[in-house]
């Protein structure tokens, strides 16, 4: 379902995007719409895939994550098999919070979590090493977060102009 976002289905995605446990009746003051008239909207932004989900972000380090890395992976065969291989692998770690296929002198770019360096050598080691067709990898460990955010600018059109 296509929609285009008008200027109150922005606001809702905007407020929503800072803070998810926002009440019906709480946001419908905000944008100034009846609580009724906002829900249908959310629902409608939900079911056309503008909202994903909604999350609680727990905070890494107060249960022993003190570290942040990002890790470069490029394999050595592109075939489709070992790449969908080297796919389902990321999927199961729960340290990888992120994948991406990239270019350039990397295939994937990773953000993983961990609680130290030990576990950092153990996670390389152990679990990401050991997968077939893994050729290189490069390991940047994050000194400080400067910035670290979900919230994206909701744009006043969404088909690119």
Request: one cysteine or more; charged letters at 25%; a negative charge.
């Amino acid at each position: 379902m296509d929609i285009l976002l008008d200027e109150i289905d922005r606001e809702i995605l905007t407020v929503l995007q800072a803070n998810g446990r926002i009440s019906n009746v709480e946001l419908s003051q905000y944008i100034n719409l009846s609580p009724p008239a906002t829900l249908t909207r959310v629902r409608r932004l939900e079911n056309a895939g503008f909202i994903d989900g909604y999350v609680a972000l727990v905070n890494r380090s107060k249960i022993g994550y003190d570290m942040i890395c990002f890790v470069s992976v490029t394999l050595s065969i592109h075939q489709v098999e070992q790449v969908q291989h080297f796919r389902e692998a990321m999927q199961a770690l729960p340290q990888v919070l992120e994948c991406h296929h990239v270019t350039g002198d990397y295939d994937y770019f990773l953000k993983i979590v961990i609680k130290n360096r030990d576990d950092l050598e153990q996670f390389l080691m152990t679990k990401l090493t050991p997968i077939k067709g893994v050729a290189r990898i490069h390991t940047s460990l994050v000194l400080r977060e400067i910035k670290q955010t979900t919230v994206m600018d909701i744009p006043s059109s969404t088909d690119g102009d």
